[in-house]
């Protein structure tokens, strides 16, 4: 398979506020033709607006979104749910389909120099592709996931050299608690 991915930015900037666009878009050509073809989509926005001494930080709008043509193994299946996709319920728990749509939206504000609070709701949903996943019928179904799933929540955001410290409280549609940490950026 030949994979071709394109990605566009653009970015506006001040003293009182900032504003940043990013759109990638990802293709799989395949080189035989019973090979898979699949199109993804990202779009990411980000807007920060300063008010007085802080900065308000709208850090993430983002909505992916995906679609797969062709034959397909179940494991190839877009999962919906997780840390990475719909906060308050578990990796793939809400849905897996052939096509996805997930739009995150998260409000951050600064505590302290180091410290930053975090507000934020997640939604996710298969499109109704969840039928169309083969091993005879509808596994999603049949696994009790709904096809589409809210979240939201709460989180704080620690800045230290070693890393960036991230914790996040989210609720599900169904008031399922849970609580997720994250590491990102060690340094080396």
Same mark, same amino acid.
């Given at each position: 398979?030949v994979v071709?991915?394109?990605?566009?930015?653009?970015?506006?900037?001040?003293e009182?506020?900032?504003?940043?666009?990013?759109?990638?878009?990802?293709?799989?050509?395949?080189?035989?033709?019973?090979?898979?073809?699949f199109?993804?989509?990202?779009?990411?926005?980000s807007k920060?607006?300063?008010?007085g001494?802080?900065?308000?930080?709208?850090?993430?709008v983002i909505?992916?979104?995906?679609?797969?043509? &062709?034959d397909?193994?179940?494991y190839q299946a877009?999962?919906? *749910?997780?840390?990475?996709? /719909?906060?308050?319920y $578990?990796?793939? +728990?809400v849905?897996s389909?052939?096509?996805?749509?997930?739009a995150?939206?998260?409000?951050t504000?600064?505590l302290s120099?180091?410290?930053e &609070?975090?507000?934020?709701l997640?939604?996710g949903?298969?499109? *109704?592709?969840g039928?169309? /996943?083969?091993?005879? $019928?509808?596994? +999603?179904?049949?696994?009790?996931?709904?096809g589409?799933?809210?979240g939201?929540?709460?989180?704080l955001?620690f800045?230290s050299p070693?890393g960036?410290?991230?914790?996040?409280?989210?609720?599900?549609?169904?008031q399922?608690k849970t609580?997720?940490?994250?590491?990102?950026?060690? +340094?080396s």
């Amino acid at each position: 398979m030949v994979v071709l991915k394109q990605e566009s930015q653009y970015a506006k900037a001040n003293e009182h506020s900032f504003s940043r666009f990013t759109m990638q878009i990802e293709q799989g050509i395949p080189v035989l033709s019973k090979w898979l073809i699949f199109n993804r989509f990202k779009f990411v926005a980000s807007k920060g607006i300063k008010l007085g001494p802080a900065f308000l930080l709208t850090r993430q709008v983002i909505l992916t979104g995906g679609s797969i043509v &062709g034959d397909m193994a179940p494991y190839q299946a877009f999962a919906i *749910g997780g840390l990475g996709s /719909v906060r308050g319920y $578990g990796e793939g +728990a809400v849905g897996s389909g052939r096509s996805c749509l997930v739009a995150n939206t998260e409000v951050t504000f600064p505590l302290s120099k180091m410290l930053e &609070g975090s507000v934020f709701l997640d939604c996710g949903t298969d499109l *109704g592709s969840g039928r169309l /996943v083969p091993v005879s $019928g509808n596994p +999603a179904m049949r696994q009790g996931k709904p096809g589409s799933g809210v979240g939201f929540g709460y989180g704080l955001r620690f800045k230290s050299p070693l890393g960036h410290f991230q914790v996040d409280y989210a609720i599900n549609a169904f008031q399922q608690k849970t609580l997720y940490f994250g590491v990102t950026n060690l +340094a080396s």
